[in-house]
């Protein structure tokens, strides 16, 4: 509801209001907060754990397009960690018991130019990507250059010694690939991994895809996908 309208109603018929929707309508809905509904698949491969610990690269916002927002709801915790400046702010205010960094990952140490868009959500590394969602509605406001480190030293100095990753989620917008290849999987290998993979939109795109062929190779499989999200989890020896 929108907030002119509660300060304009009185409280008992905000209450009645509330009542209804609880006892009519919410008690058939979940609400989702990913773009395309990936939290709601999360729901169903993790529903036997009540805690867990989260790695959510490219996390944009602590709530919109967050596949892990429900999870934190649940009692959860995790990594946060997006390149776009100023972005930590408001993930330290609404999701403070997660260990939340402001940097970008990419295969090495190195400064990368970031573009930064009127919707944050289309923020990127990558330049030709950039160029291709500029139009009338989307567009550059700002191009920062940005310190990257590989994952696997994000991870070394935001995580403790021994911990377990349940899920990690990647949405670098176009440097995907890099990301994982950056990470040290003999140390961290979580049971599930969430990446948009471009260009995927059937099972048998998924399966070919340069994403799926590496991680293959760590011992993940296709289990799930969206639109262009896809779920990996991890194949037990």
Not at 72 to 92: E, H, K, V
Not at 120 to 141: C, D, H, M, Q, W
Not at 198 to 203: D, H, K, M, S, V
Request: with cysteine.
């Amino acid at each position: 509801m929108k907030v002119w309208l509660k300060a304009m109603l009185p409280k008992p018929v905000l209450q009645y209001i509330r009542q209804i929707r609880e006892r009519w309508f919410d008690i058939y809905a979940k609400r989702s907060y990913s773009q395309e509904g990936e939290d709601m698949l999360l729901d169903r491969f993790l529903e036997d754990r009540s805690v867990g610990f989260y790695v959510d690269v490219g996390a944009h916002h602590p709530k919109r397009f967050s596949n892990t927002y429900r999870l934190y709801c649940r009692g959860w915790r995790g990594l946060n960690i997006d390149a776009n400046p100023g972005s930590m702010t408001l993930f330290q205010k609404l999701r403070p018991r997660d260990i939340n960094v402001e940097a970008g990952v990419s295969s090495t140490t190195q400064e990368l130019t970031y573009y930064v868009f009127n919707d944050p959500a289309l923020n990127t590394f990558s330049e030709a990507l950039a160029k291709e969602r500029e139009n009338g509605a989307y567009s550059i406001v700002n191009e920062v250059r940005v310190r990257t480190e590989p994952l696997r030293q994000l991870l070394d100095a935001h995580l403790a010694a021994g911990i377990k990753i349940d899920l990690m989620t990647i949405d670098a917008e176009g440097l995907d690939y890099d990301v994982l290849q950056s990470n040290d999987w003999a140390r961290y290998s979580p049971d599930f991994i969430l990446v948009e993979c471009i260009g995927a939109e059937t099972l048998e795109q998924a399966n070919s895809h340069p994403v799926a062929e590496f991680l293959r190779n760590h011992r993940y499989a296709v289990v799930a996908k969206t639109k262009t999200t896809v779920l990996f989890g991890l194949v037990q020896a």
